[in-house]
């Protein structure tokens, strides 16, 4: 079942009772009831119309930004759930599918700059779980998973994904590792953090890059690790459905049906309306969800 955008179409039928009543008290007086009343349908119905066409698309192009950022919050809540080994042979197996894939294309594949482990051996183990080439034996891929690290050539990267963010403590032992290639994957990391990365040319990876290269390897989790969704009743799914930043459409149409009522000789519709949309203004204002 698709789900109904409440915030649109009480804009839309907002605007369009304002109109009603806009152009009806202005043809009231001049046209016969019918006759207002058929213009006044007919402006305000055009006027909502447009402004559902025009409201629609852009909040399409702001939802699609909005569900890739859930997406992004998903696939870290993940890994951060994930165990380091874990999220390491992922993203190996993710830069793997890249590479075989710009190689296909034609282009060099590039590896990421990394991070450094002192502790690290100087021979790389060999991959094991790496395709066979033509003379039957196994092929080296470019990028290998060791413990919480990805190892390529000249460096590698450790992989920190957790609900906290990375500080730049954490990174201060990276900086003096002697690896040419350097990089920290991670869900975020502070200000201090990225300008000490920036001084000493560590490469740092956050969520939105991370969730790129997932996706575009094809080597999304399937299904993602999500925290349980709070149950709700009408009030809170209602809630949600509502900006605060709406309260200022509301009370200007309050404003205005007020305004309108002293021109008209039966001001009580809209003093009834107009303090109705007030009303919503203020809890619109205070209950309303924060963007």
Known sequence: MKKIDLPLWSDTVCLFLCLLLFFFA?????????????IAFAASGAAAALLFLFLRARRKKRHASEGEKAEIGRLVFHLAMSAPETNAALL?????AAAQKNGA???AAQPPDAPADTNAPADK?????????AEGGRAQLPYRAKKDAVLFEKGRALVRFRFEKVTADELSPLVRAKEE???VFAGAFTDEAKKLADSFGLRLVEAPEVYTLVKESGCMPDPLLAPPKPRG?????????VHRRAWRGYAFAGVSLLLFSLLTIFPVYYIVSGSILLTLALLVRFFGKKD
């Open 125 to 133: 183990p060999a991959d094991t779980n790496a395709p066979a080439d």
């Open 92 to 96: 190996a197996k993710c830069l793997n």
């Open 26 to 38: 202005v043809f009231r007086f001049s046209l016969p009831l019918w006759a207002a009343l058929l």
């Open 105 to 107: 294309d034609g282009a």
């Open 181 to 183: 290639r350097k990089a």
């Open 233 to 241: 009743g009408f009030l809170q799914k209602l809630r949600a459905g």
